[in-house]
């Protein structure tokens, strides 16, 4: 996963979870904050260039992390932009251009962006663990987190399990046609319906063998300077919503 | 069909996300309850999350050529109850929105509302009234799983619309836009999925009796078939 890979190898990876994440925070404050698309793009790329500079996450892999949700928004924003009408003389219906529709598609296109980076900036510098451990110290509730946790370590035994299934189907002719493919996806997610049974059992076995009590307990990770962070987090993330609000 | 970061006003993103905490609020309560009865669930569903987020990343053939990702609501509620899957509905969403950039922090509540909730529900009250009509299982499986893929991007468009209704003709022309636009692969999307989920039960019907029937997913005499 190319997320994972950023957010473990960032030159911002020892910085305070909390810190970066009250940034990311600013960063969508000021994107629903800004008053004209010009201000929200601003931030934009205010948010990409810390990201890219100041975390040194590569441009090209930034980019393709990005590349889903941008399709996304041109679907969308080709809704927004066409109004669809009726003809008054013919009856007939009509796709028109409006232009509240296209000031309608740069608002929301530049505040999505904007919101886009900040979440961005958030996941690649900043790894899932210590993500967990943030959310843990916010009091969520204990059930939640436990099945974070444990969906995060399974995550990667069952893509990995999957990856071994598709292979070995595929060496089979198991994706020739569309037809086979459906029997060949139904049989790996049966097999993997039945996986999830007994990996759950398997793990209960391992925890009651290690005298589990039930709630499963972590070590939380320790940042040094977390209040300094925090500070300077605070203070350039005060200074981004500022500008997006004076600026508008 | 998630809704991207930032792209809901934010009086929307916060309305969904109230409306989607009672559910999430219950579906942690039942989570305790079940585990306090039987200590092997709090492994369960964790396990069972991890499954819905990789099964969120298998292509589906489409017919349109279009390929896309089952949604896993159908299967997740047949086999683990409607209730249990807003909590693993919002686990699996914030990892999607965490670790793939898809969907979003602030559209949580929007995203949960129409696939953890409006998805399962439905899958789940029609697979009942499909057996209450006598329908052979498998074409049960079929209605509840289409048709709840169906109303999950029904949700969506419909949470569009309201945010962003046409100017000329309101929320029933914005809504007629955005789920015909979502419509070229979502309709052939559903009809996949229907299928892949029944092929999953025929296959485990086939294959792991025992487990489906410690679900109570279908009674003995049918696994005969």
């Known amino acids: ?248 | 069909m998630h809704i991207m970061e930032g792209f809901l006003p934010i009086e929307h993103a916060v309305g969904w996300a109230v409306a989607s905490m009672p559910f999430v609020a219950y579906g942690i309560g039942s989570i305790k309850k079940q585990i306090d009865a039987n200590p092997e669930q709090r492994m369960l569903l964790g396990v069972a999350a991890a499954f819905t987020f990789v099964l969120s990343a298998l292509k589906l053939p489409s017919v349109t050529g279009s390929c896309s990702h089952p949604t896993g609501t159908g299967l997740g509620a047949l086999l683990f109850g409607p209730a249990a899957m807003a909590p693993i509905g919002l686990v699996v969403l914030l990892f999607q929105a965490l670790l793939l950039a898809h969907g979003g922090l602030t559209t949580l509540g929007a995203n949960l509302f129409s696939m953890a909730i409006v998805g399962p529900f439905a899958a789940a009250a029609l697979f009942r009234l499909a057996r209450r009509l006598t329908l052979s299982f498998a074409v049960s499986v079929f209605i509840a799983a289409s048709v709840a893929d169906l109303l999950t991007y029904v949700t969506t468009s419909a949470q569009l619309a309201w945010a962003f209704p046409d100017p000329t003709g309101g929320f029933v022309t914005s809504f007629a836009k955005f789920a015909g636009i979502f419509a070229i692969t979502q309709i052939p999307l559903a009809i996949s999925e229907g299928l892949l989920t029944v092929v999953i039960f025929n296959a485990l019907a086939r294959f792991n009796p025992q487990e489906l029937k410690d679900m109570n997913v279908v009674r003995p005499p049918e696994l005969r078939a």
């Not at chain 1, 039945?194 to 990770?221: C, K, M, T, Y």
Request: with cysteine; glycine share 6%.
């Open chain 1, 1 to 248: 996963m190319l997320i994972e890979q950023c957010a473990y190898a960032n030159r911002w990876r020892r910085v305070s979870p909390a810190a970066k994440a009250l940034f990311a925070l600013c960063g969508l404050v000021a994107s629903f904050a800004a008053g004209t698309p010009l201000v929200a793009l601003a931030v934009v790329c205010l948010l990409t260039a810390v990201t890219w500079i100041g975390a040194g996450v590569p441009v090209g892999r930034y980019l393709r992390v990005a590349a889903p949700a941008f399709f996304f928004l041109a679907t969308s924003c080709l809704s927004l932009a066409f109004s669809l009408g009726s003809d008054a003389q013919s009856g007939a219906l009509s796709l028109h251009l409006t232009p509240t529709g296209l000031q309608n598609v740069a608002d929301v296109s530049a505040r999505s962006l904007g919101a886009l980076a900040s979440l961005l900036f958030l996941v690649l510098t900043t790894p899932l663990i210590d993500l967990i451990a943030l959310l843990r110290r916010l009091k969520t509730p204990e059930v939640l987190l436990e099945i974070m946790v444990l969906c995060y370590r399974m995550l990667f035994v069952f893509s990995e399990a999957m990856h071994d299934t598709v292979r070995a189907q595929s060496a089979r002719l198991g994706y020739a046609t569309p037809r086979l493919s459906l029997r060949s996806l139904g049989g790996l997610a049966a097999n993997l319906t039945v996986q999830v049974w007994q990996r759950a059992h398997d793990l209960h076995i391992a925890a009651q063998a290690r005298n589990s009590d039930g709630p499963l307990r972590f070590l939380e990770p320790t940042f040094a300077n977390a209040g300094l962070d925090s500070a300077l987090a605070a203070a350039s993330g005060g200074l981004l919503i500022a500008l997006a609000v004076v600026l508008s």
